[in-house]
């Protein structure tokens, strides 16, 4: 065991920055746990294997450190999912001021879409987490925004609870529905063998349909148009 030892010793001891054996230093392989690294490894974890995959020992693991040592960083594992939900959702509003206060909407919730839609994760997790700062801006902004454009304080929680729904609603749909197109050429040719019970649908040809951002926009118009207020 003792040459097993010293041949060890002397082909470390011949890579360049290596640490003497003498020094009592371990090589790091990883850098230094951080709240950061920790928020930052989960989202990737999350988007890897979605929320079921998210374990403390998983995380730990690729992290490279042991399990209880993310626990002086963080509470528990819900922690970690409102961290990693609130990462995801950091809003840059584009710069210079604009005067258009439906341009401004549209832009903070096509951008909030296109958010939960690179972390599908993220749609399901929302409703049910605490509101973390990066949310609660984006809100403040949308509240901002309506109430600047004359929606008033009687309508406002209506006004955001409905775009909220409406975005919420979107990504989830989009998220799962994610059909190719030859399942969606099946299934169109079932519901035009089945057109005497559902005439409506399939004449529009819905399964059809995969313009999922065309549909977000237009959708959002509708809405938007409810909320002007009346001149």
């Known amino acids: 065991m003792a040459a097993k030892r010293s041949g060890a010793e002397s082909k470390g001891s011949g890579r360049r920055g290596a640490p003497s054996p003498q020094s009592g230093q371990e090589p790091r392989s990883e850098p230094p746990l951080s709240l950061e690294r920790i928020v930052a490894t989960?989202?990737?974890?999350?988007?890897?294997?979605?929320?079921?995959?998210?374990?403390?020992?998983?995380?730990?693991?690729r992290l490279g450190a042991g399990a209880?040592?993310?626990?002086?960083?963080?509470?528990?594992?819900?922690?970690?999912?409102?961290l990693a939900?609130?990462?995801v959702l950091e809003y840059r509003a584009p710069p210079g001021a604009s005067e258009d206060w439906r341009e401004d909407i549209v832009h903070m919730l096509e951008d909030w879409r296109a958010s939960m839609l690179r972390h599908p994760w993220s749609a399901s997790l929302l409703p049910r987490r605490a509101l973390g700062p990066n949310i609660l801006i984006r809100l403040e902004l949308l509240s901002k925004t309506l109430s600047g454009a004359g929606v008033t304080d009687a309508d406002l929680n209506v006004a955001?609870?409905?775009?909220?729904?409406y975005v919420i609603g979107a990504t989830i749909t989009r998220a799962n529905f994610?059909?190719?197109?030859?399942?969606?050429?099946?299934?169109?040719?079932?519901?035009?063998?089945?057109s005497e019970h559902?005439?409506?649908?399939?004449?529009s040809r819905l399964l059809l349909d995969n313009d999922w951002d065309g549909a977000f926009r237009k959708g959002l118009d509708f809405l938007l148009d409810g909320l002007a207020p009346r001149q």
């Open 198 to 203: 559902y005439p409506t649908i399939e004449r």
């Open 160 to 165: 955001i609870w409905s775009l909220w729904n």
């Open 68 to 82: 209880m040592s993310l626990y002086w960083h963080v509470d528990n594992k819900e922690k970690v999912f409102d």
């Open 178 to 194: 994610d059909l190719s197109d030859d399942d969606r050429a099946a299934a169109q040719q079932r519901l035009t063998g089945l």
């Open 85 to 87: 939900l609130d990462s």
């Open 42 to 61: 989960a989202v990737e974890l999350l988007d890897a294997e979605g929320v079921d995959g998210l374990k403390m020992r998983r995380l730990a693991d």
